[in-house]
């Protein structure tokens, strides 16, 4: 099938386009953090790298109401900005 140059030119821009589209997706994705009330959220990995502990540490700081946290329904627990910088601030 041969196809005249203005029909490949046309192809190639709405391509290019589309993917000019992802591409701002993507990066508006990647750049988004999650937040809660304009707190970002931090995850166990994130923590665990914040404060250099184990995970067994922070289980350690939730069970003794150390450290305030958010249960979601799939297990993941989640920990306010600001909840761990006032930690930080009061207990270490």
């Known amino acids: 099938m041969n196809i005249d140059r203005e029909t490949f030119i046309a192809w190639m821009e709405r391509i290019i386009e589309r993917i000019e589209i992802a591409d701002k997706k993507i990066e508006r994705l990647s750049t988004q ?13 994130d923590l665990m790298f914040l404060l250099k502990v184990s995970p067994r540490t922070l289980q350690r700081y939730r069970s003794k109401g ?13 920990y306010k900005a600001s909840d761990v910088h006032k930690m930080i601030r009061e207990k270490l």
Do not use: A, H, V
């Open 33 to 45: 953090r999650n937040c809660l009330d304009g707190d970002e959220l931090l995850d166990n990995q």
């Open 66 to 78: 150390i450290l305030p946290y958010l249960k979601l329904d799939d297990g993941r627990c989640y």
